[in-house]
């Protein structure tokens, strides 16, 4: 077997129409720290080894038919219940496995939540 070009996923940049609103969002809900800012773009930190950016995009409409992205956690009821708390749309649980639902964030984009 040859070796592997391609060694892991750096990034996930999530465009958004309102960077300054939506970056205040992923902070109030998730305390996501900032690391990096551009014009066009922040750095959020979740986690060693994973880059999460959000991307601004004029006139972004996010489609609904599919989930960029998963988000991982250790405990879905829990998190679930801190989103409702804090007035974060939910969807109901998706059937199968993972233990799973969809959240929407202030830009509109459909994120997966994921139970490990």
């Known amino acids: ?4 070009m391609i060694e892991r996923i750096d990034a996930v940049f999530l465009p958004v129409s309102n960077l300054e609103e939506t970056l205040a969002w992923y902070q109030e809900v998730f305390g996501f720290e900032q690391v990096w800012r551009n014009e066009k773009m922040v750095g959020l930190y979740i986690g060693n080894n994973v880059g999460f950016h959000l991307v ?5 409409d996010p489609d609904d038919r599919y989930t960029p992205i998963n988000f991982a956690v250790k405990d879905a ?3 679930r219940q801190q989103l409702i708390d804090k007035g974060v749309k939910v969807s109901e649980w998706r059937q199968g496995q993972p233990k799973r639902f969809d959240f929407w964030d202030h830009a ?3 994120i997966s939540l994921i139970e490990l």
């Open 1 to 4: 077997m040859s070796e592997k």
């Open 56 to 60: 601004q995009v004029s006139g972004w």
């Open 77 to 79: 009821d829990d998190v």
């Open 108 to 110: 509109g984009n459909t």
